[in-house]
Antibody, heavy 118, light 107 residues
Framework: QVQLQESGPGLVKPSETLSLTCTVS????????WSWIRQPPGKGLEWIGY???????TSNPSLKSRVTISIDTSKNQFSLKVSSVTAADTAVYYC????????????WGQGTLVTVSS | DIQMTQSPSSLSASVGDRVTITCRAS??????LTWYQQRPGKAPNLLIY???SLQSGVPSRFSGSGSGTDFTLTISSLQPEDFATYYC?????????FGQGTKVEVK
């Protein structure tokens, strides 16, 4: 059974960079697409972007060029960086596996709350 | 971006009720439509994919239908564990987008 676990600071100052890591267990990071999704408190879900283990990435234009997603196959981890954060970036951040055969998010992390505040 | 609009935003229902949630896309997404259930404080859980295919392990009281721009999630007989928020999501074109959610509450 594939499991995902997010980790990273729960508090980030405005204008700084948010950094999160997702550790994948119970399966290989290779051969799959890995994604980040966020949910502001009390609001809906927003897709941030995905990365294919081979290196291709696509991100949501709504975050402009502030997003970087990377993969470390040796550690079975993938990471998210969001630069120049504001209070609007406060959200629960989820990592998830995207199954491109059936076009769905099948495995999710439990989510981690990141608050942007000075 | 493809906009996904769910209706209603919330509904009140009783155990045993038949519940229907609608999702409309701003342009055709053929059947690239997935439904998720989210309980408070938990990650979303996959229910239906490709508009009408039931994910393994999901109770058969859940069903999905539709294609093009109009889709429906139906719960045939609401159970206590079904009180949650439901989201539709399109994978036709990036950026992938979600509906705003439909909260199913106890009547």
């Amino acid at each position: 059974q594939v499991q995902l676990q997010e980790s990273g600071p729960g508090l980030v100052k405005p204008s700084e960079t948010l950094s999160l890591t997702c550790t994948v267990s119970g399966g290989s990071i290779s051969g799959n697409y890995w994604s980040w999704i966020r949910q502001p408190p009390g609001k809906g879900l927003e897709w941030i972007g995905y990365m294919y283990y081979g290196g291709g990435t696509t991100s949501n234009p709504s975050l402009k060029s502030r997003v970087t997603i990377s993969i470390d196959t040796s550690k079975n981890q993938f990471s998210l960086k969001v630069s120049s954060v504001t209070a609007a970036d406060t959200a629960v951040y989820y990592c998830a596996r995207y199954d491109y055969s059936y076009y769905l998010f099948d495995y999710w992390g439990q989510g981690t709350l990141v608050t942007v505040s000075s | 971006d493809i906009q996904m609009t769910q209706s209603p935003s919330s509904l009140s229902a009783s155990v045993g009720d038949r519940v229907t949630i609608t999702c409309r896309a701003s342009q055709s997404i053929t059947t690239y439509l997935t439904w998720y259930q989210q309980r408070p404080g938990k990650a979303p859980n996959l229910l239906i994919y490709a508009a009408s295919s039931l994910q393994s392990g999901v109770p058969s009281r859940f069903s999905g239908s539709g294609s093009g721009t109009d889709f429906t999630l139906t719960i045939s007989s609401l159970q206590p564990e079904d009180f949650a928020t439901y989201y539709c999501q399109q994978s036709h074109r990036t950026p992938w987008t979600f509906g705003q959610g439909t909260k199913v509450e106890v009547k």
